[in-house]
C-alpha cells in the first residue's frame, strides 16, 4: 500500500473507533433545530398566539416518541414482544399527578422541571416488580402473559378508586409554585419547551444505553440465546434489565402525559395505550434506534389530525399496516436506512429519476383509494350527518357515478402504472446495489 | 411507502379546507364523541340527532340573527383525544364545546376548561354536558364554565327509586364496577331507605365493565334471593346480555334500567321484553301522543322518515333552546357573557312544563319519565314491534337534590 | 345443593361457549403461530352473514353456508396476505391482522351500520328445554352445547384419524420434511387457516343471535379466546377443550362463591379495617373479580407451565 492510502486506512480504522453518535451527530441537531422552531411557522401573527392545537400535538409527538423508544428497547433490542407496556406510562402517570397534587397542596417539594424524575422511578420500580415475574419467558409466553399482566391492571384502575381515581380519573394543576425557572406552564409553548427538553434527554439517554454493554448484550439475546450464554451472561437477567430500564422511560413519558394533559385516568393504562404503542415503533421501524421516532409522529399526526378532517381514518391506518407489513416489514426507517449504501457511494443521485417516475403515479392511486373510502363512507354511514363530502369547498354529489368513476380510474390507473413502474424501478435497484457493493470491494 | 404515507398527507391536507364544513355568520357548536372504531354509533347517532334539531331552531331564527352549525370532533373515546380537540376549539374561538359519553372524557374537559379560561381569559369556552352522569361533577368538581342538561347519577337513582311499584318489596342490584356503577348502588340504597324503606336490598353485585359474557350465574344468584326486580345502570352488552340471560332462564322479575332506550338496546332485548323492561328516560316519542300534542308528534315522526333509528335524543331540543335562548338574552357570543346568562335561566320546554338551569350547580332541573317496554304505543323501537310507554312521570322539583356545589365564579 | 348443581350446568355451557369461539384460533395459532387478531373480526362476518342469510333464507341453510363463506374469506387471506407476510416474520403476520381486523369492522359498519342487527334466535329451536330447580334452559343453549361438542369430535377425527389430518400435525412440527415428501405444504397451511376460519363463522352463527350482533362484537369478545388457547397449550386440541371448560367452570363459580381475601385473613386472626394498607384490595370480593380470574390463570400457567396445559409446541 502507498503511504497515502495507508494513511486514508488509519483514519477510517481511527474514526470507525469513535461512537457512531458523535460522528453522524448532526441529523440529531437539525431534528432539535426544527423541534424548536416548528411552532413559530404556525404562529398566528394577527392574533398573536400560538396554535394550541399544533402545541398540544408537537407536545404528544414529543412523549409519545419517548414512549416508542422504551417499547423498542423491549421489541427491537432484546426481541421481546410486549401487550402491557402501556402499564408502566399509566403508573407513572398516576404517581406524578399525585405528586402534583401534593406538591400543589404543599405536602412536597419539588421542581415542576423534575416531575418526569417522579415518573420514571414509579415506571423503574414497577418494571422491577413485574419483571421479573415476566422476564421468566420471552418470545410468545412472554407476550401472552404481558397481555394478561396488562388486562389485570386496566380492571384494577376502573376499580380501586382510592388510588386511581375511578373513570375520572386523577387531575392535577401543573401550574405550580416550584418552578425553577420560574416559569408558570400555563402557556402551551412553555408546556412543549418542557417535554422537548426532557424527550431530547431521554432519546440521548436511551441512544447511549444502545452503545454500553447492557443494550449490546440485549442485542445478543436476542439474535441468539443460547451463543450469549456462552459468553457468560444470563439472558434471564439481561431481559430483566432491558424491561427494567425500558419502564424506566414508559415512566418518563408517562410523566410527561399527566404534565401535559393534567389529567390521568384508566384510559393511560389499557390495551389501546399498549396497542398505540406497538404500532408507532412497527411502523417507524424496529431495526434502527431512531425508527418509533418516526413511527410516533406518524401515527399521533394520523390519529389526532387526519380523524379530524376523516372518520375512516382507521381505514386508512388499517391499509398502511397492510401495506408496510408486506413490501416494508423494516418500517419508514427501514426505507430510509435501504439508501444508505447509496448515499455512502454518492450514488444516490441515480434514484433521482426513477422516484420521479415511479411516485406520481403512486401518488395519483393513493388519491383515488382516499376518494373511493370517503365516497363509500358518506354513501352509508355519513349521508344523515349533516356533512356532505366537499373537496375544496364543492360539494360532491355521491348518488353520481361521475364521483365514483373518477375516484376508481384513478386508483386503478394508479395502480397499474406503480405496478409496471415498480418493476423497473426494482431493476434499477438491483443494478445499482450491485455497482455499489462491487465498488466498496475495489475499495 | 414513505412516499405514499407522504402523498397520502398531502393529498389530504389539500382536500382539508373542503372536508370541515365552513361557512361564514354562523355561531358554531362544538360537539365531541366517539365517532370511529367500535363505539362509534355513541357519537354518530347523536350527531345526526342535534343537526335535525339544529335545524329546527335555525328555522326559528337561530340566535341573535345567525344560524347554528355543529362542528364535530371524534375523540375515539380517550380523554387526551378530547382535550386536543377542545385545543381546536379555543384556537377557532368557538364558544361552546358539547360532550355527551364517557364520565372520563366529561371530567378531563370539565378540568381542561376550568384551566383555559383561567388562562386565555381572551379564548373562553363553554362545557355544555349532555350526558356524562357522574355525581360530583355538580357537586365538589363542579365548575362556572360546566352546564350539565342531564340528570346526574344519583338523581337518576332516586327516580328509579321513584318508579318500584308499591307491591315490589324486594330488589336486586347488578352495576359495573367503576365509579358511576358504585355510586349507582350506593345512591339506590340512600333512597331507597328514604323514600322506600319497606323495600329490602336481597343481593347488590359489581361485574367488571364489559367483560362478562354469560350471565346466567348471576341470573342464578338472584334467582336464588328472591328478588322480584332487578336495578341495574349497565349500558351496552352489560345490559342487554343481563336482560336476555333473565329471560332466557324464566326469571319472573322486571328489569329498572337507565340505558335500554339507547341505540340497539330495544334491538337486544327483543320482543320478550315486553311489559318487563323500565328506563328512566328525558323523552320518548310516545310521549306527545299521550298528551295530545299534534306538533311535537309531527316533528318527531317526521325523523323517522329519514332516519333509520329511533329519535331518543329529541329531549336535546330543550338544550339547544336553552342554547338560544342564552345567546339573545346575553346579546353576543361572548363565552362569559353567555354563561352568565344561561345559569339561572328558565323556560317552558317543549312539552308545556317550566325547567331551569340551576344556578348553584349549573345542574338541569326538569321531569323525568319512565318507560316500559311495550306493544301498546303508536311508535315502536327499531321496528321491533315495540316502544316505550310512559308509565311515571317525576317532575323536575321533586328530584332537585341538593348539591354541594361550591362554585367560584370569574370576577369579570 | 341446588345452586352447585345450576352452577355447574352453567360453567359447562359457558366453557363449551368459549371452546367454540376458541377452537378455530388454536388450529390456526398451534399450527401457523400466528396470533390471528382477525379471528373475532372473522366470527363478527360470521354472525352477519348469517344475519343476511336467515333473512333472505332460513337459521339452517345459514348455519350451512355462512362457515363456508367464511372459510372462503380465511383462504383468501391466506394465499392473497399472510403467504406474502410469512418471510417477514410472526410480528409482522400479527400487525397484518391487525391492520385487517380494522378495515373489517369499517367495512362491516358500512355495509350494515353502526347499529346492533336484530339477529335473533330462530323459532324452532326459541322454547325452553327444561326446567332445573325453577330455571328454565333453553333449547337453544342446548343447541350450541351439541354444535360445541360434534365441533370436538369432529375436528379430533379430522386430525387423527384422516389422512390429511396427519398431514397437517406432521406439518405443524417438520414442514419443511413434509414438504419434502411431497406435500403441498402452502396448501396445507391455506386448507388449515381456512378451517379454523370456518369455525369462527360457525360460532358467529350460533353466537350472534344469542349475544348481540354489532360491530363493536369483534372488539369486546376481547382477549379472553387468546387466554383460553394459550392456557390449553399450542398445539393441542384437547389441551384447549379443557382449558375452556376450566375457565367456564372457574368464571361461573367464582360469581357464587362469595368470598374475600379479608375473610381469609379473619380465619387466620387478622382483621382488615378500612385504615389497613391495601384495605380497598384485600376487602374485594370474589364475583366482582371473577371475569379477571382466567387472566391470573394465564399469568400463572406461563410462568410455571410455558407450554400450558397439554401444548406440545414450544412457544
Keep these: ?290 425508527g418509533p421516532m418516526v413511527g410516533a409522529v406518524l401515527v399521533t399526526l394520523l390519529q389526532s389530525w387526519v380523524s379530524l378532517l376523516s372518520n375512516s381514518w382507521l381505514v386508512y391506518v388499517g391499509t398502511l399496516f397492510i401495506v408496510m407489513v408486506i413490501y416494508a416489514p423494516g418500517g419508514i426507517a427501514g426505507l430510509i436506512m435501504a439508501h444508505r449504501p ?94 455499489t457493493a462491487q465498488g466498496a470491494t475495489r475499495q | 411507502m414513505m412516499w405514499r404515507a407522504l402523498t397520502l398527507f398531502v393529498a389530504i391536507f389539500i382536500a382539508a379546507p373542503g372536508l370541515t364544513a365552513r361557512a361564514a355568520d354562523t355561531i358554531k357548536v362544538a360537539y365531541t364523541d366517539p365517532l370511529s372504531g367500535p363505539f362509534a354509533e355513541v357519537g354518530d347517532q347523536n350527531l345526526k340527532q342535534m343537526q335535525y334539531i339544529i335545524d329546527y331552531i335555525n328555522a326559528r331564527g337561530g340566535a341573535l340573527g345567525k344560524k347554528f352549525e355543529l362542528v364535530s370532533f371524534d375523540n375515539k373515546s380517550q380523554p387526551s383525544e378530547a382535550l386536543i380537540a377542545l385545543k381546536t376549539v379555543v384556537d377557532q374561538n368557538i364558544p361552546i364545546i358539547m360532550q355527551c359519553s364517557g364520565s372520563n372524557i366529561a371530567a378531563a374537559l370539565i378540568d381542561a376548561v376550568e384551566k383555559n379560561n383561567i388562562r386565555n381569559p381572551d379564548s373562553r369556552v363553554v362545557y355544555v354536558n349532555c350526558g356524562a352522569v357522574a355525581t360530583e361533577l355538580t357537586n365538589e368538581k363542579c365548575s362556572f364554565w360546566h352546564f350539565r342538561f342531564d340528570a346526574n347519577a344519583a ?258 | 345443593m341446588e345452586v352447585f348443581l345450576v352452577t ?32 373475532a373480526s372473522i366470527y363478527m362476518i360470521g354472525a352477519y352473514l348469517a344475519y343476511e342469510l336467515s333473512r333472505h333464507l332460513d337459521f339452517w341453510a345459514a348455519l350451512v353456508i355462512a362457515p363456508i363463506l367464511c372459510g372462503l374469506i380465511g383462504a383468501a387471506i391466506e394465499m392473497y396476505g399472510l403467504r406474502k407476510v410469512h418471510r417477514n416474520g410472526h410480528l409482522a403476520e400479527l400487525l397484518f391482522t391487525f391492520g385487517l381486523a380494522f378495515i373489517i369492522e369499517k367495512a362491516v359498519q358500512m355495509i350494515w351500520g353502526l347499529v346492533a342487527v336484530p339477529y335473533r334466535v330462530p323459532s324452532a329451536l326459541d322454547f325452553s328445554l327444561f326446567t332445573i330447580y325453577g330455571t328454565t334452559f333453553p333449547a337453544y343453549r342446548a343447541f350450541m352445547l351439541l354444535i360445541s361438542a360434534l365441533m370436538f369430535v369432529a375436528i379430533w377425527l379430522l386430525l387423527t384419524r384422516t389422512r390429511i389430518g396427519l398431514i397437517i400435525q406432521a406439518a405443524l412440527v417438520h414442514p419443511d420434511m413434509v414438504g419434502a415428501l411431497g406435500h403441498n405444504v402452502p396448501r396445507v397451511f391455506t386448507i388449515v387457516f381456512a378451517g379454523g376460519s370456518a369455525l369462527a363463522g360457525l360460532a358467529g352463527v350460533i353466537g350472534g343471535n344469542y349475544l348481540v350482533t354489532e360491530p363493536a362484537m369483534a372488539f369486546t369478545m376481547g382477549p379472553i379466546v387468546f387466554v383460553v388457547v394459550v392456557f390449553g397449550g399450542l398445539g393441542s386440541l384437547e389441551g384447549c377443550f379443557i382449558a375452556s371448560l376450566i375457565i367456564g367452570l372457574v368464571q361461573t363459580f367464582a360469581v357464587v362463591l362469595d368470598v374475600s381475601l379479608a375473610d381469609l385473613l379473619a380465619r387466620l386472626g387478622i382483621v382488615v379495617t378500612a385504615t389497613t394498607p391495601f384495605a380497598e384490595i384485600l376487602t374485594v370480593r370474589l364475583p366482582r373479580v371473577g371475569a379477571l380470574l382466567p387472566f391470573v390463570l394465564l399469568v400463572l400457567i406461563l410462568l410455571f407451565k410455558p407450554r400450558g396445559l397439554l401444548g406440545t409446541r414450544d412457544t
Design chain 1, 342 to 435: 447509496f448515499w455512502e457511494a454518492r450514488r444516490l443521485s441515480a434514484l433521482i429519476l426513477p422516484y420521479l417516475r415511479i411516485v406520481p403515479p403512486a401518488l395519483v392511486a393513493v388519491l383515488g383509494f382516499v376518494g373511493l373510502v370517503e365516497l363509500c363512507t358518506s354513501a352509508t354511514i355519513g349521508s344523515h350527518q349533516g356533512k356532505a363530502l366537499q373537496l375544496f369547498h364543492h360539494e360532491i354529489d355521491t348518488s353520481s357515478p361521475q364521483a365514483w368513476v373518477i375516484a376508481a380510474a384513478l386508483l386503478l390507473g394508479g395502480l397499474l402504472v406503480t405496478r409496471y413502474q415498480s418493476r423497473v424501478f426494482a431493476t434499477t435497484w438491483s443494478t445499482l446495489t450491485a455497482e
Design chain 2, 155 to 412: 338523581q337518576k337513582a332516586e327516580i328509579l327509586v321513584r318508579a318500584l311499584p308499591e307491591d315490589v318489596k324486594k330488589v336486586y342490584m347488578l352495576n359495573q364496577d367503576y365509579l358511576f356503577g358504585q355510586s349507582l348502588q350506593r345512591d339506590v340504597k340512600t333512597y331507597l331507605a328514604k323514600l322506600r324503606s319497606d323495600v329490602q336490598v336481597v343481593g347488590d353485585e359489581l361485574i367488571p365493565l364489559g367483560k362478562i359474557k354469560d350471565f346466567s350465574p348471576y341470573v342464578t344468584k338472584i334467582k336464588a334471593a328472591g328478588a322480584q326486580a332487578l336495578i341495574t345502570g349497565n349500558w351496552g352488552p352489560d345490559m342487554s346480555l343481563l336482560i336476555k340471560a333473565g329471560m332466557d332462564a324464566g326469571l319472573d322479575i322486571t328489569y329498572y334500567t337507565l340505558y335500554a332506550h339507547l341505540g340497539g338496546g330495544p334491538t337486544a332485548i327483543g320482543p320478550r321484553g315486553g311489559g318487563k323492561v323500565f328506563v328512566v328516560q328525558p323523552f320518548n316519542e310516545n310521549i306527545s301522543v299521550e298528551t295530545g300534542n299534534k306538533d311535537l308528534e309531527q316533528w318527531t315522526s317526521d325523523f323517522r322518515k329519514t332516519h333509520d333509528f329511533d329519535f331518543y335524543a329529541a329531549g336535546f331540543r330543550t338544550i339547544f333552546e336553552f342554547i338560544q335562548a342564552g345567546f339573545n338574552k346575553a346579546g353576543s357570543t361572548d363565552p362569559t357573557k353567555f354563561a352568565e346568562a344561561l345559569e339561572g335561566l328558565k323556560l317552558t320546554d317543549m312539552l308545556g312544563r317550566e325547567v331551569t338551569m340551576r344556578r348553584d350547580d349549573h345542574q338541569f332541573i326538569g321531569e323525568y319519565f319512565v318507560g316500559i317496554f311495550s306493544k301498546d304505543v303508536k311508535y315502536d323501537s327499531e321496528k321491533t314491534g315495540l316502544g316505550w310507554k310512559t308509565v311515571k312521570t317525576v317532575e323536575g322539583n321533586e328530584i332537585a337534590q341538593p348539591t354541594t356545589c361550591q362554585m367560584k365564579r370569574p370576577s369579570s
Design chain 1, 1 to 290: 500500500m502507498s503511504a497515502p492510502e495507508a494513511q486514508i486506512g488509519i483514519a477510517e480504522r481511527r474514526s470507525t473507533r469513535l461512537p457512531t453518535i458523535l460522528r453522524g451527530g448532526w441529523p440529531w441537531l437539525v431534528v432539535l433545530a426544527i423541534a424548536i422552531l416548528l411552532p413559530w411557522l404556525f404562529f398566528d401573527w394577527t392574533k398573536g398566539r400560538h396554535s394550541g392545537f399544533v402545541l398540544s400535538l408537537m407536545s404528544q409527538m414529543g412523549l409519545m416518541i419517548v414512549f416508542a423508544l422504551s417499547y423498542n428497547m423491549q421489541m427491537g433490542q432484546a426481541g421481546l414482544l410486549s401487550f402491557g407496556h402501556a402499564i408502566f406510562l399509566g403508573l407513572g402517570g398516576y404517581f406524578t399527578i399525585h405528586a402534583m397534587n401534593a406538591i400543589d397542596a404543599g405536602a412536597l417539594w419539588l421542581p415542576v422541571e423534575l416531575l418526569p424524575v417522579i415518573g420514571g422511578l414509579a415506571g423503574v420500580v414497577f418494571a422491577i416488580v413485574i419483571g421479573y415475574i415476566v422476564t421468566k419467558q420471552r418470545g410468545t409466553a412472554y407476550a401472552m402473559i404481558t397481555l394478561g399482566v396488562g388486562e389485570l391492571v386496566s380492571a384494577a384502575a376502573l376499580m380501586f378508586n382510592g388510588f386511581f381515581g375511578g373513570e375520572g380519573g386523577v387531575t392535577a394543576n401543573r401550574v405550580l409554585p416550584t418552578s425553577i425557572f420560574g416559569l408558570g406552564y400555563s402557556a402551551g409553548i412553555q408546556v412543549y419547551y418542557l417535554i422537548l427538553a426532557w424527550t431530547a434527554i431521554a432519546v440521548a439517554l436511551m441512544l447511549l444505553l444502545t452503545q454500553v454493554p447492557i443494550g449490546r448484550m440485549a442485542n445478543a439475546c436476542r439474535d441468539n440465546s443460547e451463543r450469549a450464554q456462552f459468553v457468560g451472561y444470563d439472558p434471564r437477567l439481561v431481559r430483566f434489565y432491558q424491561v427494567a430500564l425500558s419502564g424506566l422511560f414508559a415512566g418518563i413519558a408517562g410523566a410527561l402525559y399527566a404534565i401535559n394533559y393534567e389529567i390521568v385516568t384508566f384510559d393511560a393504562v389499557n390495551a389501546v395505550m399498549s396497542a398505540n404503542a406497538l404500532l408507532m415503533t412497527f411502523i417507524g421501524g424496529v431495526g434502527v434506534f431512531w
Design chain 3, 8 to 39: 355447574l350446568l352453567n360453567g359447562l355451557v359457558y366453557g363449551m361457549l368459549l371452546f367454540m369461539l376458541a377452537s378455530g384460533l388454536t388450529l390456526i395459532f398451534s399450527m401457523m403461530g400466528v396470533l390471528n387478531f382477525a379471528h
